[in-house]
């Protein structure tokens, strides 16, 4: 248990969050970065990062801690995330990458034993702040899960459109716009555009997950976070989604999840290693899979361990 808080006021994650240990610090994105910001290595950045990708940060999580009960999951994690990016979450079964995930959407309040201390904005805002309802966050951080879960005898159409629907849009025309547009952008359109009315369930498995990240990003999120989203798939529907994430990071900013260290190494421009709800390391990927600063990192990357 956090030493500084009491168990009265550890009951849920937006009433924690004011316990943080630690109020004075500047939660603004312009805060002098911490020493895991891998941001502040300029040349291996730049040489790293695509030239769409900003150098402005996305998402800054300042001291997170999360429990389940007694069990202290994460443990101080700070980090940026750069925005027009993508980023990859790696490290051992249990380590505490989707609690991670999950955190920057607000996933945990469903969860009654779940707490959390620390900060998260996002583009500046202060996203467990008193009055932020969890689905406006949501609606701007969207996420995919590792087994895909369209609403089976929806059809495709509505599969898209449901949260575009649940925020009282009504407008035909521009629901139609609105699902070609996000099924263009999950790579689907083609696959699907005869058939739009067809039940969800009448799609392959890859094609189900397309369909999941088209209807995460009909709402048109800022963020798209991903847990593990081809772990499931066979090699060439987890060659599409990689394409697809490759292509949605000109305008998104994404957080992938995944245990392929290829897939890490391929797609993503930076990456975070956890380890017992510990950062051990995060920097510019090519440098963690090339020459990371920590022994457990290199066991990790090299599948000496994990
Ligand atoms: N809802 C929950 N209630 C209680 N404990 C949880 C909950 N979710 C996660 N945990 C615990 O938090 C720890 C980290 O779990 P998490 O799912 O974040 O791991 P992970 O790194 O994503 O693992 P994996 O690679 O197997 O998906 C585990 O000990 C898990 O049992
Ligand atoms: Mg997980």
């Given at each position: 248990m956090n030493p500084t808080m009491t168990p009265g006021e550890e009951k849920t994650i937006p009433q924690t969050?004011?316990?943080?240990?630690?109020?004075?610090?500047?939660?603004?994105?312009?805060?002098?970065?911490?020493?895991?910001?891998?941001?502040?290595q300029r040349s291996e950045a730049e040489t790293a990062?695509?030239?769409?990708?900003?150098?402005?940060?996305a998402l800054t999580v300042r001291h997170l801690s999360v429990f389940f009960g007694e069990n202290?999951?994460?443990?101080d994690v700070s980090l940026d995330i750069a925005a027009r990016a993508v980023t990859a979450i790696i490290g051992?079964?249990?380590?505490g990458k989707s609690t991670f995930l999950r955190a920057l959407n607000r996933?945990?309040?469903?969860?009654?034993?779940a707490r959390m201390t620390g900060e998260i904005r996002l583009f500046g805002d202060d996203?467990?702040?008193?009055?932020?309802e969890p689905v406006v966050v949501r609606r701007r951080v969207g996420m995919v899960f590792q087994k895909s879960n369209p609403?089976?005898?929806?059809?495709i159409t509505d599969n898209v459109t449901v949260g575009l629907r649940l925020n009282g849009l009504r407008d035909r025309k521009l629901l139609a716009e609105r699902t070609e547009q996000s099924l263009r952008m999950a790579a689907l359109w083609d696959e699907v555009k005869d058939r739009l009315?067809?039940?969800?369930?009448?799609?392959?498995g890859g094609q189900q997950q397309r369909l999941c990240i088209a209807r995460a990003l009909a709402v048109q999120p800022e963020v798209l976070l991903m847990d593990e989203?081809?772990?499931?798939?066979d090699p060439l529907a987890t060659s599409k989604i990689e394409d697809l994430i490759l292509e949605l990071k000109k305008d998104y900013t994404i957080v992938i999840v995944t245990h392929n260290m290829q897939q890490a190494a391929r797609m993503s421009d930076f990456t975070a290693f956890l380890y017992l709800g510990e950062l051990v390391e995060f920097d510019v990927t090519k440098k963690i899979f090339?020459?990371?600063?920590k022994k457990q990192t290199e066991d990790y990357v090299t599948g000496r361990f994990g």
């Open positions: 969050r004011r316990e943080s240990k630690d109020e004075s610090r500047e939660p603004t994105p312009n805060a002098p970065r911490p020493t895991l910001d891998p941001l502040a990062r695509p030239s769409t990708a900003s150098a402005v940060s202290h999951v994460l443990k051992p079964s249990g380590c996933m945990h309040e469903l969860v009654p034993e996203i467990y702040a008193p009055g932020i609403f089976p005898t929806m059809s009315n067809a039940p969800a369930i009448s799609l392959s989203p081809a772990s499931a798939l090339a020459s990371p600063a």
